[in-house]
């Protein structure tokens, strides 16, 4: 089975995930930018993906540029990435539930605790996948 990365990339951090094409996810993380072409050629070499999808944010272009350097055959597909950050809090609070006194508040008010970029990557390789794997 065929497996493809996602990247948010950003200026200081970026979300970073690898799943597979049937959509389970493998490895999320988020990576400081500074380390971006290390940290995709490390999980390049562990699970063996071709294809990384990228959303189309801040430091996309970038971002775009440093990797089409490092891993010239590594086939980057840019994607719009609107609304991504809302559904990634939304995946957040749904793999990580409040706890305490934390519960009693909706989530909707709430501020996840850690950056939620990696959700971000998630995402945006979960509908390449949709788009180009399932019908």
Not at 23 to 49: D, M, N, P, S
Request: aromatic share 8%; charged share 30%.
């Amino acid at each position: 089975m065929e497996c493809i990365a996602g990247l948010d990339p950003g200026r200081d951090k970026c979300g970073f995930a690898v799943l597979q094409s049937d959509g389970t996810v493998l490895w999320q993380k988020v990576i400081e930018t500074k380390a971006l072409e290390r940290e995709v050629r490390a999980a390049q070499e562990k699970y063996g993906f071709t294809r990384l999808v990228e959303g189309n944010g801040t430091t996309s272009k970038e971002a775009h540029a440093r990797l089409t350097r490092a891993l010239p055959e590594l086939i980057i597909k840019v994607v719009d990435e609107y609304r991504t950050t809302d559904m990634a809090r939304k995946a957040y609070w749904r793999a990580k539930p409040p706890k305490g006194w934390r519960r009693l508040i909706p989530v909707t008010m709430q501020v996840p605790p850690e950056p939620v970029d990696d959700f971000v990557a998630v995402i945006l390789a979960t509908r390449y996948i949709k788009e180009n794997y399932h019908e």
